[in-house]
């Protein structure tokens, strides 16, 4: 099986970002490469593990997100009648994650009640 070499300018092209981009990801040991002939050369395959890992920590990310989203979390407790009601009439001490419960279910309700007005409106 051949080896497959990119210039760091194809991978620059492939990845649409600037080919001192490419050399200080190569540089900085985020991406793998070889030096041939005082040339970087960067393999399919380290390629591809590069992104690999980059949709991962992506991904990663994208479910800190929704754990730390208290709207995330009331949405879900509202499938569950009786754990929400548990928790909503519960005795949490500050910081902990029962009160972070409670806090967004009473927010989560008072948005769905029309008593709470978001003020700002993002676009996915």
Do not use: C, Y
């Amino acid at each position: 099986m051949n080896q497959i070499f990119l210039t760091p300018e194809e991978v620059a092209e492939l990845l649409r970002v600037s080919t001192d981009d490419v050399v200080e990801l190569i540089e900085d040991g985020s991406l793998s490469a070889l030096q041939i002939g005082g040339s970087w050369r960067v393999t399919q395959e380290s390629l591809t593990g590069f992104l690999s890992n980059g949709l991962k920590a992506q991904n990663l990310k994208a479910i800190n997100r929704v754990m730390q989203d208290p709207i995330a979390w009331a949405n879900m407790l509202r499938e569950f009648p009786d754990v929400a009601n548990s928790i909503i009439d519960g005795d949490f001490k500050d910081g902990t994650f029962g009160e972070f419960l409670q806090k967004a279910l009473a927010t989560s309700n008072g948005v769905a009640s029309g008593a709470i007005t978001t003020l700002h409106s993002r676009k996915l």
